[in-house]
């Protein structure tokens, strides 16, 4: 007899994160699944090709849940959520992430007296501001499972009274997809994508450069603060051209705050998963406020500066290449002239960040599972 299992995903990020769960789950006859699309973030890009890249087939079900405030969007994925998990019952849930769909899903089946296991368990900032970190401790408190990625997360999971015997450390399903989608790239034509002529220029006169990605509203929403990392990076672009794909918050902030950039920072719109990641990277450094390149970077070995106060995946800058150098205009440029003078980190890559996490994970659900049964 099988055991179902409902994968959620409701940003573009969190479908890098189900599609090595997914390829995992092809393996295995014991354990079907339904790939469940919440519609939190609706992405014209999101087609069959994109889906084929990712080595998984389109989700079986699309909520349409779309945009509103925070707690309109929660509550439009609770509703759909719940009808779904009434109509077909799985015997598990696994939520990614830390989006508003991570959080949403995982109160419908606690509810429901579902199973939920979180992917990416225990991480924490530390800073109740981010929403990002709210979604965090409240799935966390409410799941079963909790597969973690790195010790800081079995470290806040213990301290927050969860038995030895539901946390798991597997590593990272981020890495397992972006070491699949690397060997990818070989074979995939990025010719036409925006970002490659400008790549392509700074090869063939085998010139560095460095990306920029911004988006935290504390950092693109405020503009003081907006202004200060407009001036650094301004800066860092005179002696390393930047190219900057923009969030179109980010570039509306851009032109509202009048900041300006100058010259050498190409500023593109958002890119794809592939061509962006063909383009950081080569990159000497990957300046960035987001959660998911710090680790990446630090996977791949890429210097990365984060521009924040906090973060919350730590063993990248404990182990990896990343850097916290928070919005400092002074700290954000020496940091990027140590790089350049190859005097920054050596980082290297974290225990069990090998490509295989999701594997580790599935073999767990299996057994947990059946032994409910």
């Known amino acids: 007899m099988q055991k179902k299992i409902y994968l959620v995903a409701g940003a573009r990020p969190n479908f890098m994160k189900i599609a090595p769960i997914v ?21 014209r890009e999101m087609n069959e090709v994109f889906f084929e890249e990712l080595g998984i087939p389109e989700p079986d079900i699309f909520m349409a849940a779309g945009g ?3 707690s309109q969007q929660t509550a439009k994925i609770m509703i759909a959520f719940e009808a779904y998990c009434l109509n077909d019952r799985p015997d598990a849930v696994i939520v990614v992430g830390d989006v508003n769909s991570t959080l949403a ?6 509810k429901l007296h579902i199973p939920v296991a979180h992917v990416e368990a ?16 409240v799935t966390d408190s409410i799941s079963d499972w909790f597969f973690v990625t790195e010790p800081s997360g079995v470290a806040h999971l213990k301290r927050e009274g969860k038995a030895d015997d539901t946390i798991f450390f597997v590593g990272h399903v981020m890495v397992d997809n972006l070491l699949y ?30 990306v920029i990605t911004l988006h935290r509203p504390s950092n693109v929403d405020d503009r003081e603060t907006f202004s200060r990392i407009g001036e650094a990076l301004k800066e860092i672009s005179a002696r390393l051209p930047l190219i900057f794909p923009t969030h179109p918050r980010t570039r509306e902030n851009i032109k509202k705050f009048s900041i300006e950039l100058g010259s050498n920072i190409t500023l593109v719109g958002p890119q794809a998963y592939m061509p962006f990641l063909d383009l950081w990277k080569n990159a000497t450094v990957v300046l960035t406020d987001s959660g998911g390149l710090q680790e990446e970077t630090t996977a791949l ?22 850097i916290l150098a928070g919005t400092n205009p002074e700290r954000i440029i020496q940091e990027v002239d140590n790089i350049l003078q190859r005097k920054g980190k050596q980082g290297r890559r974290p225990q069990l960040w090998d490509g295989h996490a999701a594997e580790r994970i599935v073999e767990i659900l299996e057994k947990k599972l059946f032994q409910q049964a």
């Open 105 to 110: 899903c995982s109160i419908v089946a606690k």
């Open 181 to 210: 989608q690397a060997n990818k790239l070989a074979h995939i034509n990025l010719e036409e994508s925006e970002t490659s002529k400008f790549k392509l220029e700074r090869t063939l006169n085998k010139q560095r450069y460095g």
């Open 122 to 137: 225990g991480l924490r900032s530390g800073d109740l501001t981010m929403p990002e970190e709210i979604n965090r401790l």
């Open 23 to 43: 390829r995992a789950l092809q393996k295995k006859q014991t354990l079907a699944y339904r790939i469940v699309h919440t519609g939190q973030h609706y992405d």
């Open 301 to 322: 070995g890429v210097p990365c500066i984060t521009i924040r106060e906090n973060t919350e995946r730590p063993i990248t800058v404990d182990e990896g290449t990343n």
């Open 68 to 70: 509103g405030s925070h």
